[in-house]
């Protein structure tokens, strides 16, 4: 080789060499350039998702009261359309159809329902012949529960057709400073009397029906109880939302 050709063939691998660090600079440059816009792409999807947490848990976390309930309720009942609800207990299921044109109450249970709050909650109050009421235990829980969710009352709704009869489910109103028969949201009671408890018609507002598990109802309103209408033994419930 003389030297003409060797300059020649030292030239050439030269600028092949050059050549092939500029396409791996090239290559890294735009595989940098991917990258970062991958990572502006998470970081945007993760500050959404920080912001769509965030709004959850202040609906979560929202403290109920006389003031703000009603509003409340109004969004969530348009948001929430379950209308439908078990309630379990040692002896059997009862299920629960809630009424749509009774928007405040049914949001009400449905809201409490998913939050747990009947959870080991238990039939308080057992009166023969009658009805059996349940959603209150003098467990620490329960008090706890109910001072995340708030303290609130519920108007009445006593215009919409409905009698006290047997298999209806009622909200009982709260005794304490209430002329107005405003309804305590964290208790209600099935109405057991056949064919019906028709002197509380107007007093308490219905908002749903027993459409499985009267012999449950049955069985309830026959356990013993102490001069306070209070069963002898607990008889605790989990409550759930009834797929279709």
């Given at each position: 080789?003389?030297?003409?050709?060797l300059?020649?063939?030292?030239i050439?691998?030269?600028?092949?060499?050059?050549?092939?660090?500029?396409?791996?600079?090239?290559?890294?440059?735009?595989?940098?350039?991917?990258?970062?816009a991958?990572?502006?792409?998470?970081?945007v999807?993760?500050?959404?998702?920080?912001?769509l947490?965030?709004?959850?848990?202040?609906?979560?976390?929202?403290?109920?009261n006389?003031?703000?309930?009603?509003?409340?309720?109004?969004?969530?009942?348009?948001?929430?359309?379950?209308n439908?609800?078990?309630?379990?207990?040692?002896?059997?299921?009862?299920?629960?159809?809630?009424?749509?044109?009774?928007?405040?109450?049914?949001?009400?249970?449905i809201?409490?329902?998913k939050?747990?709050?009947?959870?080991?909650?238990?039939?308080?109050?057992?009166?023969?012949?009658f009805?059996?009421?349940?959603?209150?235990?003098?467990?620490?829980?329960?008090?706890k529960?109910?001072?995340?969710?708030?303290?609130?009352?519920?108007?009445?709704?006593?215009?919409?057709?409905?009698?006290?009869?047997?298999?209806?489910?009622?909200?009982?109103?709260?005794?304490?400073?209430?002329p107005?028969?405003?309804?305590?949201?964290?208790?209600?009671?099935i109405?057991?009397?056949?064919?019906?408890?028709?002197?509380?018609?107007?007093?308490?507002?219905?908002?749903?029906?027993?459409?499985?598990g009267?012999?449950?109802?049955?069985?309830?309103?026959?356990?013993?109880?102490?001069?306070?209408?209070?069963?002898?033994?607990?008889?605790?419930?989990?409550?759930?939302?009834?797929?279709?």
């Amino acid at each position: 080789m003389n030297k003409s050709k060797l300059i020649i063939f030292l030239i050439f691998n030269a600028l092949v060499f050059f050549q092939c660090n500029l396409d791996k600079s090239q290559k890294k440059k735009n595989t940098t350039t991917k990258d970062s816009a991958i990572n502006n792409k998470q970081e945007v999807k993760s500050q959404n998702s920080e912001v769509l947490d965030k709004e959850l848990e202040e609906k979560k976390s929202i403290i109920l009261n006389d003031k703000n309930a009603i509003p409340f309720f109004f969004q969530y009942q348009k948001e929430n359309l379950e209308n439908s609800v078990r309630i379990s207990t040692r002896f059997g299921n009862i299920d629960i159809q809630l009424f749509e044109n009774t928007p405040y109450h049914r949001a009400n249970f449905i809201y409490l329902t998913k939050k747990g709050y009947f959870n080991n909650t238990t039939f308080h109050r057992v009166v023969p012949g009658f009805i059996i009421q349940g959603g209150n235990s003098d467990r620490y829980e329960t008090a706890k529960k109910r001072g995340e969710i708030g303290k609130y009352l519920l108007p009445p709704d006593t215009r919409k057709g409905y009698s006290h009869h047997r298999g209806v489910i009622a909200m009982p109103s709260s005794e304490i400073e209430n002329p107005y028969k405003l309804a305590s949201p964290y208790e209600f009671f099935i109405v057991q009397q056949s064919p019906g408890a028709y002197h509380l018609d107007g007093s308490y507002t219905i908002f749903g029906k027993v459409i499985a598990g009267m012999e449950v109802v049955d069985i309830i309103n026959k356990q013993k109880t102490d001069k306070r209408e209070t069963p002898l033994t607990n008889i605790f419930m989990d409550v759930s939302i009834l797929e279709k």
